[in-house]
């Protein structure tokens, strides 16, 4: 059975202090693993998909990098918008659903 | 172009009553899914439609949960003789075979 974990649960940032969200993953042959963004009373927002290890991608202030067990999501000198939950999934090979961590939960104080 | 659109935004419901769910995929995307989320969790796999393929139904919790899809249209999920631990934000993803998922906003269920 697929599994992603991630951590911290929260994380709360002064702005412009970077850090990272890690996102640790079983799955048997990895199609791709997704980051996505959820804002409070909103769905799921897609930010990256990343499908080898070594590969990384980049997107403002984002930049997500995959290994063959983890992924990280950086942020460098976060702002107040980018408090928000992401969230982890990879995607199995041969297989369409996607497994989720919990999250993590990113506060960015101004 | 519009993204994916589910209705209602928010469903209050008694224990015991039947609620249905309502889902629209961006247009020309060959698969629809839901999940639920109950809070603090991950989001669970509920149901897989594929084109005219029969549907992946095997994340439904029980057989009080059931979802339809019409061709590569509206879903429409059903539960039935909902409890207190039915509630939840239930999503709506669509996707071009099995690329990015796209997600809508969520029906959040409240069952009292």
């Known amino acids: 059975e697929d599994q992603v974990t991630q951590s911290p649960e929260a994380l709360r940032l002064q702005e412009g202090e970077s850090s990272s969200l890690n996102c640790s993953y079983t799955v048997s042959g990895l199609r791709g693993l997704f980051w996505y963004r959820q804002d409070p009373g909103k769905g799921p927002e897609f930010l990256f998909t990343l499908y080898s290890a070594g590969e990384e991608k980049e997107k403002e202030r984002l930049k997500a990098t995959l290994t063959k067990k983890e992924s990280f999501l950086h942020i460098t000198a976060p702002k107040p918008e980018d408090s928000a939950t992401y969230l982890c999934?990879?995607?199995?090979?041969?297989?369409?659903?996607?497994?989720f961590g919990a999250g993590t939960t990113v506060t960015v104080r101004a | 172009g519009a993204g994916v659109s589910q209705s209602p935004s928010n469903k209050v419901t008694e224990k015991g009553k039947d609620v249905e769910l309502r889902c629209d995929p961006i247009s020309g995307h060959t698969a629809l899914y839901w999940y639920r989320q109950r809070l603090g969790q991950g989001l669970e796999f509920l149901i897989y439609?594929?084109?005219?393929?029969?549907?992946?139904k095997s994340g439904l919790p029980s057989d009080r949960f059931s979802a339809e899809r019409t061709g590569e249209s509206v879903s429409t999920l059903t539960i039935q003789r909902t409890q207190q631990e039915d509630s939840a934000v239930y999503l709506c993803a669509s996707s071009h075979g099995t690329n990015t998922q796209y997600f809508g906003p969520g029906t959040r269920l409240t069952v009292l």
């Open positions: 439609f594929q084109g005219n393929s029969a549907p992946d």
């Open positions: 999934a990879v995607q199995a090979l041969n297989d369409y659903k996607l497994s």
